[in-house]
């Protein structure tokens, strides 16, 4: 990290110390619903309501893993506070000895003190400190993670299809847009879910 980047952080904490702000993190399961649904809250209002990765159910899903892993520290979200406000918040998830920053948002409002990026700072600190080798800060060009990386190590995808008379159907569904791609899989989850119901009251 540059050091001129190193210096603009420490500005920036100090400045959030003067503004009465606080950096914590989530420790008991009661706490877990409420501070996912702050995280959640803010990356809905940061992606204008129309996240692809923060879809129908994933919040329940991280709530109910969060419950189960938060003692063991295997489940870390650090949040900065303004009173009993999450005005910014990261999520970390931990297995062995690598991390992964899964989600992070904070309130545009607060913008010049950077609590996103001081609870991605504190996650880090933290995850080192207690024995963490490797942090996979997720897919993405964010300027501000490749600061705080000191490696990239590129991930690569392999498509495999079908050889039978299906093939030609699989290709054309992988050449549609991955926006396209993801709005097919959610209309079939919704369906399989609906069919399931219409069953369960068939057999009621």
Not at 93 to 99: I, K, P
Not at 108 to 117: D, E, F, I, K, V
Not at 166 to 188: C, F, K, S, V
Not at 191 to 198: E, G, K, P
């Amino acid at each position: 990290m540059p050091r001129s980047w190193r210096t603009e952080l420490g500005r920036r904490t100090r400045r959030r110390a003067d503004a009465g702000l606080e950096v914590c993190f989530t420790d008991t399961p009661e706490a877990v619903q409420d501070d996912v649904h702050a995280l959640a809250q803010l990356h809905h209002a940061r992606w204008n309501w129309q996240s692809q990765w923060l879809t129908e159910g994933v919040e329940d899903t991280i709530v109910e893993a969060g419950q189960l892993l938060v003692r063991s520290g295997d489940f870390r979200l650090w949040k900065v506070l303004r009173g009993e406000e999450v005005i910014g918040a990261a999520l970390f998830t931990r297995a062995g000895n690598v991390s992964e920053l899964l989600l992070t948002a904070y309130d545009p409002a607060w913008s010049r003190l950077a609590p996103g990026l001081a609870a991605i700072v504190a996650g880090i600190r933290h995850e080192l400190d207690t024995g963490i080798r490797l942090i996979d800060f997720g897919y993405g060009g964010f300027k501000y993670l490749q600061r705080l990386s000191n490696t990239e190590r590129p991930v690569v995808r392999y498509e495999l299809f079908p050889t039978n008379r299906r093939m030609p159907i699989a290709r054309a569904r992988w050449l549609i847009a991955p926006q396209g791609r993801i709005n097919i899989w959610r209309g079939r989850l919704r369906l399989r879910t609906r069919l399931r119901a219409l069953r369960g009251q068939k057999q009621s």
